[in-house]
């Protein structure tokens, strides 16, 4: 009888043993499942955490970020000195040029007046402060340049297609304010700002509705200051996709400047900061106001910037600034009609005050190489030197590295009625041209990137190899148990059975011998 228990015994055993091995068997399926979803979605929900994180929440890390940069941009500037500016007029000698620089300027950027909108956008004003930098200029504010004389040059210009007697009176008027198509000035002053007599005159005779909003002329006249112009963003916080991109500039949703609606446009970037998750076949728009457009940016080759951060260099396509003959799509940047910009030029006298102010590339870079040659002093354009390019960290739209590099040029035209540019040749004559942008950005910011960067493919790998082990392990171990106490489930059921065939012998002879004695 005590067998008989011991073996009940044995056999609960074994079906409470086989429960376990089912439950363990659930909980490394379960741990198989999460690998699973350990390998699919655990990069989702890493691009979930840094939209949340990127996104400008006021009080918030990136916000603060983003209203004071903690990085110092920095802004170069070389300037095109005339050194045979009688022989040109005179003689018609090719103007011969000395650059000039670089005259070097320290920036701090700031947003102010920040207010958070209803619709998950940031109104703000720019504030910036440049502070020029001696020991790594070469040379002085004070420096002394002979430049063409932008005012009079673009007045000059503009009365081309004027009644001749305005243009008799316009050589009158600048015979008597001596004005002449050169001038020599600081280079402080040409960038900053010199009073100049044509605009003062300006300020007395043009109607109020066509005033110029200044009474100075500086190629950076009002730009070391708070900006005037009102600035509306995307958050982010509600749609990441939008994060960092225009939303109005001045209450306005597009520019009014050219003929149609898709050159018009403003939602770019400042250049900052971009939606995050960028692919290689993203085009990025980067909007600045003395740009008169969005300017596109093509991926072109993967880099590594400071502290190893990997990032996408983005430059502007070949034919950004090309003739309307080589990019049709420029057509609705030359709203006059033919004659439009030259290849590699683009025309921004449609917000200029229609001074005939023509943006290149440093050095004609990208350009007809017969507008360098018509001048003499300027060396061939280099891809590293000249190209404008901005690397962005793909996963949080960050940018690590900047080189803003545009060259100011004058379109002139030949006035033969007034005497003083009677000799000035139809020249697009270079003024100067410069590079902003960033080197790369402080150790707190790119450490964290770089943990960003790093550690989910790492956290992502171990998980993984954690939960299929572990999963595989306790299943195969589960399995194999169960597969034993199955079988010896079978072999306790066999005994059991002989068991009790046994017993049945026993009582069946008990009950012979009791019938023998019976009948004696």
Known sequence: ??????????????????????????????????????????????????????????????????????????????????????????????????????????????????????????????????????????????????????????????????????????????????????????????????????????????????????EEFGLMYGKNSTSRDRVTIWSGVEDITKYGIIDKYNGYSHMPHWSEERCNRLNGSDGSIFPPHISKNATLYVYEKDLCRLLPLIFEKEVVTRNNVPGYRFTPPDNVFASVEENPDNMCFCPSGPPCAP????????????????????????????????????????????????????????????????????????????????????????????EEGIDGLPDEVTDLMSLANTVPPKAQLGLMIALYALGAFLLVLAVTCLVRSSHRQSTLHLDSSNFLATASIDQAKKKSKMDNKERF
Not at 56 to 73: A, K, N
Not at 150 to 172: D, E, G, N
Not at 375 to 389: A, D, M
Not at 412 to 420: A, E, L, N, T
């Open 1 to 214: 009888m005590s067998q008989f228990y011991s073996e009940n015994l044995a056999m609960a055993c074994n079906k409470l043993h086989t429960y376990l091995s089912g439950f363990v068997i659930a909980f490394a399926l379960c741990l198989l499942v999460l690998g699973v979803l350990v390998t699919f979605g655990f990069s989702a929900l890493v691009r979930l955490v840094i939209d949340h994180q990127v996104a400008l929440r006021p009080g918030g890390q990136s916000f603060g970020w983003w209203s004071r940069p903690p990085v110092e941009p920095v802004i170069r500037l070389y300037v095109y000195n005339v050194t045979n500016a009688d022989e040109f007029l005179n003689n018609g000698s090719k103007p011969i040029l000395d650059e000039l620089g670089p005259y070097v300027y320290v920036e701090r950027w700031e947003k102010v007046d920040i207010v958070e909108n209803d619709n998950g956008t940031l109104s703000f004003n720019a504030k910036r402060t440049y502070i020029f930098s001696e020991e790594q200029s070469g040379g002085s504010e004070d420096d002394v340049v002979i430049v063409p004389n932008i005012p009079m040059l673009s007045a000059t210009s503009q009365s081309k297609h004027a009644a001749r007697f305005l243009r008799l009176a316009m050589a009158s008027i600048m015979d008597i304010l001596k004005i002449k198509p050169f001038v020599e000035v600081s280079v402080g002053q040409l960038l900053w700002g010199y009073e100049d007599p044509l605009l003062k005159l300006a300020k007395d005779v043009v109607p109020k509705e066509q005033k110029l909003p200044y």
């Open 343 to 434: 290849h590699g030029f683009f025309n921004v006298s449609a917000c200029q005050f229609d001074s005939p102010i023509l943006l290149s590339f440093p050095h004609f870079y990208m350009a007809d190489q017969s507008y360098r040659l018509a001048v003499e002093g300027i060396s061939p354009p280099e891809k590293e030197k000249h190209q404008l390019f901005i690397d962005v960290q793909p996963e949080m739209g960050t940018a690590l590295r900047a080189r803003a590099r545009i060259q100011i040029n004058l379109a002139v035209s030949q006035v033969v009625d007034i005497k003083q540019v009677a000799n000035f040749p139809d020249i697009v004559f270079p003024i100067l041209w410069f």
